[in-house]
C-alpha cells in the first residue's frame, strides 16, 4: 500500500532537521513528515504540535495518555494511528483485555485493571472523536469530579492532536507502516494487520 502522492523529490533544507529527527526518534521512515513538505508552513506546524503535546503530567501519568491516545486512534478507525500508539503498549502495562475493550469488543466497565479515572478518560477520547461532538451534561460532571480543569484541557489537547494527525493521515492515504511488530484493528467488521506492511 503507497499513499495517494509521492513526497517531493527536494525536501527544503530547514525541514530536512525535523524530518531526520522524526526519523531518529521512531526507528523509521516517517512519511507523514514527508509528504507535508510540500506545504512547508503545514509541515513547521504539525512539527510544533506533535514537539509539545503532553506525554506525561503529575495528575496524568504516560500510562492515561497512552490509553486516551489508543482511544482516539481506534475510535477513528485510523490504521496509521494504531499502529503508531500500539507501539511499546506493553510498557504501560496495557492488558489484551485493555485493547479489546478499547476496541469496542467488551464494555469498559467490564475491565476490571481500568480505574475510574482511565475509564472516565476513555469515555472522553471517545466522546471527542465521534460525530457529531456531544457531552452530556451527567459525563460532564463525572469528567470534572475526577480530573482539574488543567488535566482536562491536557486530555482534550491530547485527544484533539490524535484527530488531527487521523484526519490528515486518512486523508493523504497514507497506510500503516509497521511501528508495531503486530496489531490486529477493527473495522466495522473488517480486520487487518499492521505487521510486516509496506514501509
Request: include cysteine; glycine fraction near 6%.
Amino acid at each position: 500500500m503507497t499513499a495517494f502522492i509521492e513526497p517531493p523529490k527536494r525536501i527544503p533544507f530547514y525541514l530536512r532537521p525535523g524530518i531526520w529527527l522524526a526519523k531518529k526518534i521512531v526507528g523509521r521512515e516517517v512519511l507523514p513528515a514527508k509528504l507535508l513538505a510540500w506545504y512547508p508552513k503545514a509541515a513547521i506546524s504539525s512539527g510544533i504540535l506533535e514537539a509539545l503535546i503532553a506525554h506525561h503530567e503529575p495528575n496524568l501519568d504516560e500510562r492515561m495518555l497512552k490509553l486516551v491516545r489508543l482511544q482516539a486512534s481506534f475510535t477513528l478507525g485510523c490504521a496509521f494511528c494504531i499502529d503508531m500508539n500500539f507501539s511499546e503498549h506493553a510498557k504501560y502495562g496495557i492488558t489484551a483485555d485493555e485493547l479489546a475493550a478499547l476496541q469496542g469488543r467488551v464494555d469498559v466497565e467490564a475491565i476490571a485493571s481500568f480505574s475510574d479515572r482511565e475509564k472516565t478518560a476513555l469515555e472522553y477520547a471517545r466522546l471527542i472523536s465521534r460525530t457529531p461532538l456531544s457531552f452530556p451534561d451527567p459525563f460532564v460532571e463525572t469528567l470534572k469530579a475526577h480530573f482539574s480543569e488543567r488535566d482536562i484541557v491536557v486530555l482534550a489537547t491530547t485527544v484533539a492532536q490524535v484527530n488531527y494527525w487521523s484526519r490528515l493521515i486518512q486523508a493523504l492515504g497514507i497506510p500503516p507502516m509497521g511501528y508495531s511488530e503486530y496489531c490486529e484493528l477493527n473495522d466495522g467488521g473488517k480486520s487487518w494487520q499492521t505487521k510486516n506492511v509496506g514501509h
